[in-house]
């Protein structure tokens, strides 16, 4: 499945862009191209890659993220709004429930054709839309609730300054989740996944949205993320504590949750 776009980058430094490496910056150009390239079929793709899977996913991560009445919620590389549209439908339910104030659901995505996408599609009353940086979020220090970014952590060109960006911005007992691509656990699961995302995605992207090479770079980008474990340190290394991974699928992908506290 395809995934949302997310940064700029420091200078002089080098970042991975599928099996290459490339300057920091350079990634951040060719990021945005792929994406520029695949935002208007990014949720039938999402579909066809993943058997449908990827909104299971999503629901199980939404539900892990818990929104609730009131709070401000930021959904970074947050694409056509998939995430987002989950946090407002839950909050409300809550809101009905029990009471309080609208949540407040920032989708925010450095690829403004992917915003635009999202717009076309629709959103929900408690969802707000802006173009920005992952590596540099334009809100103040403790000012959000909750924090999610959902197949987006690995495009972008500085993962460490991303994750200290999202401690910077939540409050104290903030809520950070990643659901991302990981590492399936079982060896049969692997050899399996390897052969379809890469003989069969970039095929499907080369027939559907007339793109093999951005769908080939999306594959090539989840072999060259961490592990589960890997990833889980950059977290506590960013400052978060109490950090778990909930496997999705075997491994194929994973939920990261941490709190700032």
Same mark, same amino acid.
Request: aromatic share 4%.
């Given at each position: 499945?395809?995934?949302?776009?997310?940064?700029?980058?420091?200078? =002089?430094?080098?970042? %991975?862009?599928?099996?290459? !490496?490339?300057? /920091?910056?350079?990634?951040?150009?060719l990021v945005r191209g792929v994406f520029d390239s695949v935002a208007s079929n990014y949720?039938?793709?999402?579909?066809?890659?993943?058997?449908g899977v990827h909104r299971l996913w999503?629901?199980?991560?939404?539900?892990?993220?818990n929104p609730r009445p009131g709070e401000t919620i930021l959904d970074v590389a947050g694409g056509t709004g998939d995430m987002a549209r989950r946090y407002?439908?839950?909050a409300r339910g809550a809101q009905q429930r029990r009471g =309080?104030?609208?949540? %407040?659901?920032?989708?925010? !995505?450095?690829? /403004?054709?992917?915003?635009?996408?999202?717009?076309?599609?629709?959103?929900?009353?408690?969802?707000?839309?802006?173009?920005?940086?992952?590596?540099?979020?334009?809100?103040?220090?403790?000012?959000?609730d909750a924090y999610s970014i959902s197949f987006g952590i690995r495009n972008v060109a500085d993962i460490p300054q991303a994750l200290r960006e999202a401690r910077?911005?939540?409050?104290?007992?903030?809520?950070?989740?990643?659901l991302e691509f990981s590492r399936p656990t079982a060896s049969a699961i692997r050899k399996a996944y390897d052969a379809w995302s890469f003989h069969a995605i970039p095929r499907i992207g080369g027939w559907v949205a007339g793109d093999r090479d951005s769908y080939q770079y999306l594959v090539e980008s989840i072999r060259r993320f961490p592990d589960q474990s890997t990833f889980r340190a950059m977290i506590e290394d960013a400052g978060f504590s109490r950090v778990t991974v909930t496997n999705l699928s075997g491994g194929v992908a994973a939920i990261h949750h941490g709190w700032a506290i």
């Open positions: 499945m395809t995934d949302a776009p997310a940064s700029d980058a420091p200078a =002089g430094k080098t970042s %991975s862009f599928g099996f290459r !490496d490339v300057d /920091a910056k350079e990634k951040v150009q949720d039938r793709m999402n579909d066809l890659m993943s058997g999503k629901d199980a991560a939404a539900a892990k993220l407002a439908k839950m =309080g104030d609208d949540a %407040s659901i920032i989708v925010l !995505d450095y690829n /403004a054709e992917m915003i635009m996408a999202g717009v076309h599609k629709g959103g929900e009353p408690e969802m707000s839309w802006t173009v920005g940086d992952a590596m540099a979020l334009p809100m103040p220090d403790a000012s959000v910077r911005v939540l409050k104290p007992g903030g809520r950070f989740l990643c």
